[in-house]
């Protein structure tokens, strides 16, 4: 196993299961199916760039907190580094640094100029008041005005974050360079650059490619029984679009449980039942309550977890009745995990992939910003399509040509590309 030697040590992640070491796992996988130079797989096991920074805050109460918050820059072989910034309370520097390597492999895969990057915060969102959720942004934005920047490294909304956290971004960016400068961050709102389509843009892809591995099998969105882990941004757009596609959408969840109904719960009441309700779903007048753990096992077409990392596991993998398992969120099935579902035949669209509409409209978003020509939905819908079929067509055809399961075929077009980008460039000695 690679260890990165820059990463200080720390307690367990929550599920004992380090997504550090396996991002690293499944680079090495990729290695040795491309059969790479040791000295470029030890270049692309580090992380050019570690930061963590004390963000010190006054609380409403007047108490100060000083929580850490990190910010890891993977690579810039290709562009800047582009990666979300997330605020939760199992956030990690090993966590933020997987997450970071994850993105450098996605935008390579999508054919985007990014390098990858990651921040966070641990930090439990729902605890502090909007005002205090300001402080923080602003500080954090403020300790690493340095390391940022629309050439340097683009920030973009992640679990706990939105447009609104962009904003605050961008505006004590452009304070502290003393102009504004909206290609700093991305996911940001209409009215400071942001772009049409960005909000639901991960959600649209993740329903994309849904849709292509279903009609790959010969089945159609319309009737397929679909469960959804998290309904966040993620979650609830694909939600939203898989069931205006016609799907049935027969259980979604929250951290707090979730909600299932055997004739397909009725999304766009649910999404603004959330909406009025702090994002929370318990309480809708449809469907009978279910844990998480139930949720993941349900009988059904296609399980979409779209919440945190590793919640299918060496544990409840035999369990998953799912015939195609889409990663909307980052890193959800664990290795151990990703062995036993391919065993069972299991398709796993893998999460470089599937969640790739975000950063394919962000970079969409920068490209209208540079260009300051700004486009209609339908003209953002329509390009990030393209690159997510076009993305999701090369992965099935590497895994056809390798014989190669299709976490690896889309590793070894994300890997293969980078190395191949860094051996051009050489090394700076
Ligand atoms: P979000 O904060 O908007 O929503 C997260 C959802 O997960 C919420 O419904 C929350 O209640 C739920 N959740 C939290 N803890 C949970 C638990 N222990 N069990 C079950 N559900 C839990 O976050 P998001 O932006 O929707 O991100 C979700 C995932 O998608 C993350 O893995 C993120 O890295 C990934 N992702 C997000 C984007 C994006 O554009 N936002 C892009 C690519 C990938």
């Keep these: 196993m690679v260890e990165a030697s820059v990463l200080p040590l720390e307690a367990p992640s929550p599920a004992h299961i380090c997504p550090f070491d396996q991002a690293c796992s499944y680079l090495e996988q990729a290695a040795k199916e491309l059969q790479l130079d040791p000295g470029l797989l030890a270049v692309l096991s580090h992380p050019r ?33 582009k990666g979300g910034i997330r605020y939760h309370p199992a956030v990690t520097l090993r966590e933020v640094s997987a997450l970071a390597m994850l993105m450098t492999w996605k935008c390579a895969l999508l054919g985007i100029p990014y390098g990858g990057a990651k921040g966070g915060i641990a930090l439990d969102p729902t605890r502090y008041s909007t005002g205090e959720l300001e402080r923080i942004t602003r500080r954090y934005t403020s300790e690493l005005i340095k390391d940022i920047g629309p050439e340097v490294d683009i920030p973009a909304p992640d679990m706990g974050t939105s447009a609104r956290e962009m904003a605050w971004i961008m505006d004590t960016y452009s304070v502290n ?24 843009a991960t959600g649209r892809g993740v329903m994309i490619v849904v849709r292509e591995a279903l009609a790959a099998r010969g089945q159609s969105l319309v009737g397929a029984r679909i469960a959804i882990q998290g309904f966040g941004n993620v979650g609830s757009a694909a939600a939203l679009l898989l069931h205006e596609a016609g799907a049935k959408i027969i259980a979604v969840s929250t951290g707090s449980g979730g909600l299932f109904s055997e004739k397909g719960l009725d999304i766009p009441a649910l999404k603004n039942y ?12 449809q469907g009978t ?94 390009e990030m399509e393209a690159l997510m079929v076009n993305a999701y067509q090369q992965v099935i055809k590497q895994s056809q040509k390798r014989q190669v399961p299709l976490r690896l075929a889309a590793y070894t077009l994300g890997v293969g590309r980078i190395a191949q980008a860094l051996s051009d460039r050489g090394l700076y000695p």
């Design 177 to 200: 360079v003393g102009h504004a400068v909206p290609g700093v961050v991305t996911g940001k709102p209409i009215s400071i650059g942001g772009s049409r389509g960005r909000e639901q």
């Design 289 to 382: 309550p279910i844990t998480n753990t139930e949720l993941l096992t349900l009988p059904c077409d296609v399980l979409i977890p779209a919440a945190l990392e590793n919640q299918i596991t060496e544990e409840n993998a035999h369990q998953v009745q799912a015939s195609i398992v889409a990663e909307a969120a980052n890193a959800p099935v664990t290795l151990m995990a990703h062995k036993e579902l391919e065993a069972r035949g299991v398709t796993v669209l893998p999460d470089i992939l599937t969640n790739a509409g975000g950063v394919v409209v962000s970079y969409l978003e920068w490209v209208q910003g540079l260009s300051y020509l700004f486009w209609d939905e339908q003209r953002v819908n329509r």
């Design 49 to 81: 760039k570690v930061v963590t920074v004390s963000v010190p805050v006054k609380l409403d109460s007047g108490e100060v907190q000083v929580l850490a918050g990190h910010r890891v820059q993977h690579s810039d072989v290709l562009g800047p580094y």
């Design 274 to 285: 959330a909406a009025a309700n702090r994002k929370q779903i318990s309480g809708f007048a």
